[in-house]
């Protein structure tokens, strides 16, 4: 900052002058003073050389601008969401804290833990909650599972689930506690008997339709939940806490790629609200306890042990059987139907990687129609499909469709398995699971409109 362009000479003139007059008064010894005096001079005649003014105004030029930019490149990561935000702390979507996933570069990623861990699963008994518990196990790690076993979908279906890892891993490894998660009294006992360090909190009440009909459920068990579960883990030194989000927080977007910068403050369903109510507690967590949290925004998960409830196990499941199913709308509605390995790849490296706080969707990063789906499932189950159209529900989004481009950046995430694949391996896999037993899938005549699978049956996972 001192040297500037066009005045070098003038200060390196009073600079040498300055240095020669301070060697005279402080040094006694002559020869060394003699020394200064001739360097004194070599200094100032290098310095009057034109060329070397120019070398040494440029070098100090470009200093300066490369400080500047390295100084802009910490105010953009350090400015959002909080003001003591240390270098890679997370982008959310609260209006002041709007950075797309470009801010993010390989020098601001969090490096995966690397060895053993015990984590804690809630939801552990359920579709996708089995899935991650078998991935951590199979790859050396302990699991600590929460479920309530509540009967949104036929409880024998966890109850295979749980079976499957108990007989895969046994009890040494596989740690099974049953009760409702609001429970404080519970969920204080289960913290201080296995003490996790990592929790995956994937348990929630599902879907977008009977959240209509009874919003306080989803209140209760989402949200209470959800604090329950974070308040014990900021008092127990938990390391990082993961938990699912969901698409559905887009609600009432115009855009037809969702990435996580942009304003999801119009919910069009209460399962949607208390979703985007948990991100919002989240960050609150983190930001009061430095609670290291990623948030998942999971877009349509489908696969081996799906849900009965949703699409893909229904469309399969009924036209297998020559079942009329339903078609909302005229088939154009598209969705981002995930293959339950690639959910489980996300959520499994999001454990992995303890940032501050973060959101992230996760999801194929392309859409299906509805036609579109209907047609492959003829193609692999061999049948042609009964269609029933019915207007579109209210709470439904026309379309969703991921931007990944963030969770690729600090995860490493990419959906690997194609639509058209997905739904073969699940073909494959319900026939294999359910040709000895005959299941009857009615939404119709089900409490709350909800499908269930009427059979304990064997549930094995091909892909």
Same mark, same amino acid.
């Given at each position: 900052?001192?040297?500037?362009?066009?005045?070098?000479?003038?200060?390196?003139?009073?600079?040498?002058?300055?240095?020669?007059?301070?060697?005279?008064?402080?040094?006694?010894?002559?020869?060394?003073?003699?020394?200064?005096?001739?360097?004194?001079?070599?200094?100032?005649?290098?310095?009057?050389?034109?060329?070397?003014?120019?070398?040494?105004?440029?070098?100090?030029?470009?200093?300066?601008?490369?400080?500047?930019?390295?100084?802009?490149?910490?105010?953009?990561?350090?400015?959002?969401?909080?003001?003591?935000?240390?270098?890679?702390?997370?982008?959310?979507?609260?209006?002041?804290?709007?950075?797309?996933?470009?801010?993010?570069?390989?020098?601001? /990623?969090?490096?995966?833990?690397?060895?053993?861990?015990?984590?804690?699963? /809630?939801?552990?008994?359920?579709?996708?909650?089995?899935?991650?518990?078998?991935?951590?196990?199979?790859? $050396?790690?302990?699991?600590?599972?929460?479920?309530?076993?509540?009967?949104?979908?036929?409880? +024998?279906?966890?109850?295979?689930? %749980?079976? %499957?890892?108990?007989?895969?891993? $046994?009890?040494?490894?596989?740690?099974?506690?049953?009760?409702?998660?609001?429970?404080?009294?519970?969920?204080?006992?289960?913290?201080?008997?296995?003490?996790?360090?990592?929790?995956?909190?994937?348990?929630?009440?599902? $879907?977008?339709?009977?959240?209509?009909?009874?919003?306080?459920?989803?209140?209760?068990?989402?949200?209470?939940?959800?604090?329950?579960?974070?308040?014990?883990?900021?008092?127990?030194?938990?390391?990082?806490?993961?938990? #699912?989000?969901?698409?559905?927080?887009?609600?009432?977007?115009?855009?037809?790629?969702?990435?996580?910068?942009?304003?999801?403050?119009?919910?069009?369903?209460?399962?949607?609200?208390?979703?985007?109510?948990?991100?919002? %507690?989240?960050?609150?967590?983190?930001?009061?306890?430095?609670?290291?949290?990623?948030?998942?925004?999971?877009? /349509?998960?489908?696969?081996?042990?799906?849900?009965?409830?949703?699409?893909?196990?229904?469309?399969?499941?009924?036209?297998?059987? $020559?079942?009329?199913?339903?078609?909302?709308?005229?088939?154009?509605?598209?969705?981002?139907?995930?293959?339950?390995?690639?959910?489980?790849?996300?959520?499994?490296?999001?454990?992995?990687?303890?940032?501050?706080?973060?959101?992230?969707?996760?999801?194929?990063?392309?859409?299906?129609?509805?036609?579109?789906?209907?047609?492959?499932?003829?193609?692999?189950?061999?049948?042609?499909?009964?269609?029933?159209? %019915?207007?579109?529900?209210?709470?439904?989004?026309?379309?969703?469709? #991921?931007?990944?481009?963030?969770?690729?950046?600090?995860?490493?995430? +990419?959906?690997?398995?194609?639509?058209?694949?997905?739904?073969? +391996?699940?073909?494959?896999?319900?026939?294999?699971?359910?040709?000895?037993?005959?299941?009857?899938?009615?939404?119709?005549?089900?409490?709350?409109?909800?499908?269930?699978?009427?059979?304990?049956?064997?549930?094995?996972?091909?892909?």
């Amino acid at each position: 900052n001192t040297y500037r362009r066009g005045n070098v000479n003038e200060y390196s003139h009073e600079c040498v002058v300055s240095i020669s007059f301070r060697f005279a008064v402080n040094d006694s010894c002559s020869i060394m003073f003699v020394v200064k005096i001739i360097y004194s001079c070599l200094l100032l005649l290098l310095i009057s050389v034109p060329s070397f003014q120019h070398k040494l105004s440029n070098h100090l030029t470009q200093t300066a601008t490369s400080l500047t930019k390295n100084k802009m490149t910490k105010q953009i990561v350090t400015s959002v969401p909080t003001e003591h935000a240390p270098i890679g702390e997370p982008i959310s979507d609260s209006d002041s804290s709007s950075e797309s996933s470009a801010s993010f570069t390989s020098d601001q /990623t969090v490096e995966p833990h690397v060895g053993y861990k015990k984590v804690l699963i /809630t939801g552990g008994a359920g579709f996708i909650g089995s899935h991650v518990a078998e991935c951590l196990l199979e790859r $050396g790690d302990d699991v600590v599972i929460v479920d309530e076993m509540n009967d949104y979908y036929d409880v +024998r279906i966890k109850e295979s689930n %749980l079976s %499957l890892l108990l007989d895969m891993y $046994g009890k040494e490894r596989v740690s099974i506690h049953r009760g409702d998660m609001c429970d404080e009294a519970f969920m204080q006992r289960v913290f201080e008997e296995t003490r996790p360090e990592w929790v995956c909190h994937m348990a929630a009440r599902a $879907g977008v339709r009977p959240s209509i009909q009874d919003p306080f459920v989803y209140i209760h068990s989402n949200i209470k939940g959800t604090t329950r579960l974070m308040e014990l883990s900021h008092q127990y030194g938990v390391q990082n806490f993961v938990f #699912a989000s969901s698409s559905s927080v887009y609600g009432g977007s115009k855009s037809t790629f969702f990435s996580e910068d942009e304003s999801v403050d119009n919910p069009v369903s209460p399962y949607a609200a208390t979703k985007k109510a948990c991100e919002l %507690l989240a960050y609150t967590y983190h930001h009061l306890y430095k609670l290291n949290i990623s948030a998942l925004r999971f877009f /349509t998960v489908y696969g081996p042990r799906g849900r009965p409830d949703m699409a893909p196990f229904k469309f399969i499941d009924r036209v297998s059987r $020559g079942l009329e199913i339903q078609q909302f709308g005229d088939g154009s509605s598209s969705r981002d139907y995930t293959y339950i390995t690639d959910i489980v790849d996300g959520v499994v490296r999001a454990i992995d990687r303890p940032y501050p706080y973060e959101i992230y969707n996760l999801g194929k990063g392309d859409g299906t129609s509805l036609k579109e789906f209907i047609s492959l499932v003829e193609k692999y189950t061999g049948k042609k499909a009964i269609i029933r159209q %019915l207007p579109d529900q209210a709470g439904d989004v026309p379309y969703t469709c #991921a931007d990944v481009s963030k969770a690729d950046c600090l995860l490493g995430y +990419r959906a690997k398995i194609s639509f058209e694949e997905g739904i073969r +391996r699940t073909a494959e896999w319900y026939r294999a699971a359910y040709e000895k037993e005959i299941i009857e899938i009615s939404p119709e005549t089900q409490a709350n409109g909800l499908s269930r699978a009427a059979s304990c049956v064997e549930l094995k996972t091909q892909t």
